[in-house]
Nanobody, 115 residues
Framework: EVQLVESGGGLVQPGGSLTLSCAAS????????MSWVRQTPGKGLDWVAT????????TYADFAKGRFTISKDNAKNAVYLRLNSLKPEDTAVYYC????????RGQGTQVTVSS
């Protein structure tokens, strides 16, 4: 059974930073690309970023470029999302997904950006 467990969210002031983590189990993690998506109340899921199988290639949504960094550690079965220069509009529940943005996801971790 695929399991994805996100952590690292919290309350942060505008301009601050957070690192989100996602621990994966139940599948061959080293054979899958991984993604992060986010959801705000009343809105659908927004794709944030995707990292390739080996972790060497990354793609980002326009709002994430230059501020967010996705990374993958196949030895630890983990994927990360570093969030820098956070804005109030980044407030959302963040999920990691197996494969692309519509893949299986975990329970999410809340990020709140507020002064």
């Amino acid at each position: 059974e695929v399991q994805l467990v996100e952590s690292g969210g919290g309350l942060v002031q505008p301009g601050g930073s957070l690192t989100l983590s996602c621990a994966a189990s139940g599948f061959d993690f080293s054979e899958w690309p991984m993604s992060w998506v986010r959801q705000t109340p009343g809105k659908g899921l927004d794709w944030v970023a995707t990292v390739s199988v080996g972790g060497t290639s990354t793609t980002y949504a326009d709002f994430a470029k230059g501020r967010f960094t996705i990374s993958k550690d196949n030895a630890k079965n983990a994927v990360y999302l570093r969030l820098n220069s956070l804005k109030p509009e980044d407030t959302a529940v963040y999920y990691c997904t197996q494969g692309g943005p519509l893949g299986i996801r975990g329970q999410g971790t809340q990020v709140t950006v507020s002064s």
